[in-house]
């Protein structure tokens, strides 16, 4: 079951603007993760949200949670056209065996035009 | 850096044949994931595994079987392929302390069921 879902689906820009992507979860969650995933590739992950952190930045990502409206975005800065992939929001909020299970939404598609 | 290796990068198989895809991390990770990608709908679990000998059915194991013998060890075999397990497999470790671990990737095998 789906627990994260991205907005939108897919997005295309220009080299130098600003790229934002948005998951909506179902249910709370102690953590959030961004991916990343270039065409045929494994998921590389980008950055951890936990549930009491508003606010998170590395490097030219910047990831909001918003806890009460069940989301988060993730905001790419003067993107570039390497960011060209697909990123992909994990929630947690299911639990098994003393671990927990990351759920993975669709994903944004991104084209970063040179 | 923890490094996650899937067997084979393209597999293609006839239907009704005995498939095992592997997946070995090198890390000591406790948590072992098989996870398919599909166009549109993202990355659904299939099985996963949080200690050796120890397995547990993700969203979709109906076709699948896993083996976990040793820990770094971790396998998907579909016990006769059909053509509808055409896709994406993707292979992921992480550690079990906490929660909000993240998962390491391998790059994925494009399993072809003709």
């Known amino acids: 079951s789906q627990q994260g879902e991205e907005d939108p689906q897919a997005l295309s820009i220009q080299e130098g603007e600003n790229a934002t992507m948005n998951c909506s979860y179902k249910t709370s969650i102690n953590n959030l993760q961004w991916y990343r995933q270039n065409s045929g590739r494994g998921l590389v992950h980008l950055i951890l949200i936990r549930s009491n952190e508003r606010e998170k930045h590395s490097g030219r990502l910047r990831v909001t949670l918003d806890t009460s409206k069940k989301s988060s975005s993730l905001l790419i800065t003067a993107s570039r056209a390497a960011d060209t992939a697909s990123y992909f929001c994990?929630?947690?909020?299911?639990?098994?065996?003393?671990?927990?299970?990351?759920?993975f939404g669709r994903g944004t598609s991104l084209i970063v035009h040179p | 850096d923890v490094k996650v290796t899937q067997s084979s990068r393209y597999l293609v198989k006839r239907t009704g044949e005995k498939v095992f895809l592997e997946c070995v991390q090198d890390m000591d990770h406790e948590n072992m994931f098989w996870y398919r990608q599909d166009p549109g709908l993202g990355l659904r679990l299939i099985y996963f595994s949080y200690d050796v000998k120890m397995k547990e059915k993700g969203d979709i194991p109906e076709g699948y079987s896993v083996s976990r013998e040793k820990k770094e060890r971790f396998s998907l075999i579909l016990e006769s392929a059909s053509t509808n397990q055409t896709s994406m497999y993707l292979c992921a470790s992480s550690p079990s302390w906490g929660y909000g671990e993240k998962l390491f990737f391998g790059s994925g095998t494009q399993l072809s069921v003709l």
């Open positions: 994990a929630t947690d909020a299911n639990k098994s065996g003393g671990s927990y299970i990351p759920t």
